[in-house]
Structures are given as structure tokens and as C-alpha cells.
T-cell receptor, first 112, second 115 residues
Framework: LAKTTQPISMDSYEGQEVNITCSHNNIATNDYITWYQQFPSQGPRFIIQGYKTKVTNEVASLFIPADRKSSTLSLPRVSLSDTAVYYCLVEGGGTSYGKLTFGQGTILTVHP | GAVVSQHPSRVICKSGTSVKIECRSLDFQATTMFWYRQFPKQSLMLMATSNEGSKATYEQGVEKDKFLINHASLTLSTLTVTSAHPEDSSFYIC???????????FGQGTRLTVV
């Protein structure tokens, strides 16, 4: 399974856009990039998933360059409730799908 | 989205006793579920893959005789921590995927404290 590298922590303020970049240099051809959010004492929650280029949903955007060796999660106009740990994962298809390897994640703190 | 529920959310037990944690997929069937453990200020670590109707697959370093997994139905997997010790105190989380190549849905986690 590909290893991911993210900043350990980030700070932001309410209303700002936050971009968290993840490196995954050894990503395989059939790997997808997935981001999860985790609040203290809760299970992770899916945010977004992509394979290449750009994916957008109601809560975030995911930018993936052509070489797919990195990805950037973009959170528009964060609020205090976005303070959480954000995990970037790469996972392949087939029988190993759902078997996730979590890195250390990025602790995002949003300040008033 | 799909819902995965764990029970109990918190449990305190005495050292040497066993504790059972349930993981249920409420609105979908899951032939495979996953169990993770998370120590304070650390990331999630996969412990085992629970397979309906067959033996669980454990990750390296996880004692299968200590962490008993039973996946007796398509909506229920249980993790039993046997002869628990204080070092087993942790946050245990399960997950399941509703279908092929869909995102994983996690339970709310179970905080186990062994005293």
C-alpha cells in the first residue's frame, strides 16, 4: 500500500480557504486517493475521493496533478466546526478495497 | 449515506476480564468488515479483516487468540478482547463498505478502558 505524507498540523481562521497537500509518490495505477475527517472520539468520516484532475462535492474539492504523486484537499470558507484531523489515503481496487492504511494525518485548527 | 453502528460506545472493565464490541451495518449487507485500533494522539491501525462465514485475517503483530473476531451474519461483526489488560485500553473502530469500490463507513468507535 502506498505511503502518504502530510503536514502534521495547520492553523487557519474562520472564513478562510484551507488547502492540505498530501504526497503519495508510490501511488499505483489503480489506486484512488481518498480523504477522511476525524473528530475526537469519533470514527473517521469520508470527505472526498478522486483518481485524477479535479473532484468537487458539497464540502470540498480535491486537486490531483497529472503525475498523481500528490493531491490537495481544499476546504472553502472553513468554520470552527472544521477543526479535526484530516487523513489522506490511497487505496487500490479489488480484494484489498476497504483495507485502509492511515498515515499520521493533519491536525487542522480553525481559530475565531 | 450508509450507517455503521458500534456498541458500546464506552466500556470500562477490570483487568483479566473479556469485553465484546459489536459492529453493525444498519442499512446494507457487509461480507467484509474491518477493525482498527487507535491510541491517544495516534493514527488508526488496522487490526484485522472480518469475513462473513469464515475466519478473520489478522495484521502482523495482532494476536488472534486475544482479539477474537466473529462475523456470523452479513450485518454483524464482533470483536472480543479476551483477558484484557491496561495496555489494551484504546479506541476501537470498525468499518464496512457497502459495495465494490465505494468509500468506507466507520462506526462511532468504542472507548475501552481496562482498570
Amino acid at each position: 500500500l502506498a505511503k502518504t505524507t502530510q503536514p502534521i498540523s495547520m492553523d487557519s481562521y474562520e472564513g478562510q480557504e484551507v488547502n492540505i497537500t498530501c504526497s503519495h509518490n508510490n501511488i499505483a495505477t489503480n489506486d484512488y486517493i481518498t480523504w477522511y475527517q476525524q473528530f475526537p472520539s469519533q470514527g473517521p468520516r469520508f470527505i472526498i475521493q478522486g483518481y485524477k484532475t479535479k473532484v468537487t462535492n458539497e464540502v470540498a474539492s480535491l486537486f490531483i496533478p497529472a503525475d498523481r504523486k500528490s493531491s490537495t484537499l481544499s476546504l472553502p470558507r472553513v468554520s470552527l466546526s472544521d477543526t479535526a484531523v484530516y487523513y489522506c489515503l490511497v487505496e487500490g481496487g479489488g480484494t484489498s478495497y476497504g483495507k485502509l492504511t492511515f498515515g499520521q494525518g493533519t491536525i487542522l485548527t480553525v481559530h475565531p | 449515506g450508509a450507517v455503521v453502528s458500534q456498541h458500546p460506545s464506552r466500556v470500562i472493565c477490570k483487568s483479566g476480564t473479556s469485553v465484546k464490541i459489536e459492529c453493525r451495518s444498519l442499512d446494507f449487507q457487509a461480507t467484509t468488515m474491518f477493525w482498527y485500533r487507535q491510541f491517544p494522539k495516534q493514527s488508526l491501525m488496522l487490526m484485522a479483516t472480518s469475513n462473513e462465514g469464515s475466519k478473520a485475517t489478522y495484521e502482523q503483530g495482532v494476536e488472534k487468540d486475544k482479539f477474537l473476531i466473529n462475523h456470523a451474519s452479513l450485518t454483524l461483526s464482533t470483536l472480543t478482547v479476551t483477558s484484557a489488560h491496561p495496555e489494551d485500553s484504546s479506541f476501537y473502530i470498525c468499518s464496512a463498505i457497502p459495495g465494490t469500490n465505494t468509500e468506507a463507513f466507520f462506526g462511532q468507535g468504542t472507548r475501552l478502558t481496562v482498570v
